[in-house]
T-cell receptor
Framework: RKEVEQDPGPFNVPEGATVAFNCTYSNSASQSFFWYRQDCRKEPKLLMSVYSSGNEDGRFTAQLNRASQYISLLIRDSKLSDSATYLCVVPWPSGGYNKLIFGAGTRLAVHP | DAGVTQSPTHLIKTRGQQVTLRCSPKSGHDTVSWYQQALGQGPQFIFQYYEEEERQRGNFPDRFSGHQFPNYSSELNVNALLLGDSALYLC???????????????????FGPGTRLTVL
């Protein structure tokens, strides 16, 4: 099983749609989780962090299910500017420190 | 507040050559991590530096080495370049896990714009 798995997409949705991305991870010791957004040929930028069951920031909601080792990102009222790749990121405990393990990303294309 | 900076932005090398990439962390950060991102993939962890020492490493060969300086900046060196080393190399900075007690800030890494390396 891969350390972090995401649906690669692409998800093609119209403006105003609600879209959800899923991510599963294999290390039950991981405590915190992140969603990063990456535009084409740019660096990843932190979108949201999740430490408990969930987190909400405007149109974005991240949810965590530790029992199922599953994280989701929900985007409501999609905008054209939301078009990007969304990376699920899991800090991997190793020798007292954490390294970030990235999923391969889910591509979102929002069209008019 | 300066963010993470990297240089150069682009680099073209030939097989067998050596390359050095540079990174300056975000102001106040003391930990630097390096990642390799191939086209269509997520970033892959190379290694992390803290207090001028490599404290953990991903699955990369010894051709990949690094260094951290007293001012927390860092270099990534790749020897004997292969075609497969062509990628975007990302540097990320963060607070040390032990020093940062606030859970909201632990593990959060901020990325630089990356260096795009092409090996011909």
């Amino acid at each position: 099983r891969k350390e972090v798995e995401q649906d690669p997409g692409p998800f093609n949705v119209p403006e105003g749609a609600t879209v959800a991305f899923n991510c599963t991870y294999s290390n039950s010791a991981s405590q915190s989780f992140f969603w990063y957004r990456q535009d084409c040929r740019k660096e990843p930028k932190l979108l949201m962090s999740v430490y408990s069951s969930g987190n909400e920031d405007g149109r974005f909601t991240a949810q965590l299910n530790r029992a199922s080792q599953y994280i989701s990102l929900l985007i409501r009222d999609s905008k054209l500017s939301d078009s990007a790749t969304y990376l699920c990121v899991v800090p991997w405990p190793s020798g007292g420190y954490n390294k970030l393990i990235f999923g391969a990303g889910t591509r979102l294309a929002v069209h008019p | 507040d300066a963010g993470v900076t990297q240089s150069p932005t682009h680099l073209i090398k030939t097989r067998g050559q050596q390359v050095t990439l540079r990174c300056s962390p975000k102001s106040g950060h003391d930990t630097v991590s390096w990642y390799q991102q191939a086209l269509g993939q997520g970033p892959q962890f190379i290694f992390q530096y803290y207090e001028e020492e490599e404290r953990q490493r991903g699955n990369f060969p010894d051709r990949f080495s690094g260094h951290q300086f007293p001012n927390y900046s860092s270099e990534l060196n790749v020897n004997a370049l292969l075609l497969g080393d062509s990628a975007l190399y990302l540097c990320a900075s963060s607070f040390d896990l032990k020093r940062e007690r606030q859970r909201a800030l632990r593990d959060t890494q901020y990325f630089g714009p990356g260096t795009r390396l092409t090996v011909l």
